[in-house]
Every structure is written in structure tokens, then in C-alpha cells.
């Protein structure tokens, strides 16, 4: 009988022990949810500014999840976490590869926005002035960029970063889409992007963009937002 009290004992501290690295994992689990979570800027989904996520209406089930039945646009950066669709910070850390083909029908406007902020931060990968030939690409017919007859990359260049507040466009760490909106008629999107500069520092910068039958979307402007327009909104 002692040998099977012996044994039952054994066979309980086994399963405690199993018991506790499962639950450390499931610990582990939740960290890196968070941690996860911690890194995203939670998209607008429905509420007062009229429209759902990118001005798309988004099915929600009880949960607060999407609904099957409803379709949420495969081009945009999603994650889902807690129960909300949030944008994934885009850090320059992450392996960058520069498009082969552009501008590209495929993308969303978020997207756009994303790859032209990614491409200005790694400005001179594979070859120099390789971010901004992308920008150009992607400007539209009444942008500045293509306004102004003559103007080179080097030109661009030099005249962004005679500014200290388009430096950030060189000199960013990573990407985040804060806001988001669209046109009534699906034509216009209006983007605000945060451009994170060091550790606590970072810098908005809006985008107006537009597409056409081709279904392209280009860029109309991009404007950084001065300090003291950021301080006052605060």
C-alpha cells in the first residue's frame, strides 16, 4: 500500500508540474498578445465620424469580431486584437524590400501611404534616391512633385531636408496609421500617418489621395504637421 501512496504522490506532483508549465505558457501566451497589442494604434471603427474602418462599414458579431459574412479589404494591414481591428506599426527594423513594380493597382490606400513613408526612411536602398523615385511614382497629376517642371530627385531632396520637419521623412522609425477616411464617393482618402523619430519623439504627417477608373491610388499632397499645430491639438 505504501508503494501505491508512493506512486499516487509521484503521479500528483507530475501533474502539478505539467500543470504549471501549462499555465506558464498560457502566461507567455497572453504576454505577447499584449506586448503585440502594445506596438498598434487602434483603428476607427464605426462611431460618430460616420463610417466603419477606411469608411467601410464592418459587420461585428456579438463578440465584438467581424462576421463571416462580412468582408473586411484584404489589402489593408490588419491584426485582430481584443476584439478590434487595429493597423500594425511598420518599423523600418522589419526586413525591407523595395517594390519591383509600382505604382501597383493591388494596394490600398493605407498601403500606399505605408510603402512611400517605409521607402523614405530606407531613401537610398537598393540604389540612391530610390525612395523618393518611388514617392514620384505615386504622385498624382496635380501634386506638387508633379506641378513643378523639372524637378529632379536630388532637387526633392535638397529641398526636404532644408526643412527640419520633412527630415522625419528620412530619419523615421517605423510608420502607424492613426486616422483614416474616405470620400462619400469612394474617390478620396485622407490619411494621417505617425512617423515615429526616437524613443518618445514622432511627427504626423497627413495624406490626401485619390484613384481613378485605373484604380490606383496616388498621392494628391502630403504635409507634415507643424510642432505647434501638434501642441495645440493636444
Request: glycine share 8%.
Amino acid at each position: 500500500n505504501n508503494n501505491n501512496d508512493d506512486d499516487d504522490d509521484d503521479g500528483e506532483a507530475e501533474a502539478e508540474a505539467e500543470a504549471e508549465i501549462e499555465m506558464e505558457d498560457e502566461e507567455e501566451g497572453e504576454y505577447e498578445l499584449v506586448e503585440r497589442a502594445s506596438t498598434t494604434s487602434e483603428a476607427s471603427v464605426g462611431g460618430e465620424d460616420g463610417g466603419g474602418f477606411l469608411g467601410q462599414d464592418v459587420g461585428t458579431g456579438d463578440d465584438g469580431a467581424p462576421d463571416d459574412d462580412e468582408p473586411v479589404d484584404k489589402g489593408t494591414e490588419l491584426k485582430y486584437v481584443d476584439s478590434k481591428l487595429r493597423w500594425r506599426m511598420r518599423s523600418r527594423d522589419d526586413e525591407y524590400v523595395p517594390p519591383s513594380y509600382y505604382p501597383d493597382p493591388k494596394l490600398t490606400a493605407g498601403e500606399v501611404v505605408e510603402l512611400v513613408c517605409l521607402a523614405f526612411a530606407n531613401n537610398d536602398v537598393p540604389s540612391e534616391n530610390k525612395g523618393i523615385e518611388i514617392f514620384f511614382a505615386y504622385s498624382s497629376d496635380v501634386s506638387q512633385v508633379k506641378q513643378l517642371e523639372g524637378l529632379t530627385y536630388d532637387m526633392y531632396k535638397e529641398y526636404l531636408l532644408e526643412n527640419k520637419e520633412y527630415q522625419a521623412l528620412f530619419n523615421n522609425e517605423g510608420v502607424l496609421i492613426e486616422k483614416s477616411d474616405y470620400s462619400s464617393d469612394g474617390m478620396k482618402a485622407y490619411f494621417t500617418a505617425r512617423l515615429q523619430t526616437g524613443r518618445k519623439e514622432s511627427v504626423e504627417v497627413n495624406f490626401i489621395l485619390s484613384t481613378s477608373v485605373e484604380q490606383i491610388w496616388m498621392i494628391d499632397s502630403m504635409l507634415i504637421r507643424p510642432a505647434s499645430m501638434r501642441r495645440r491639438r493636444r
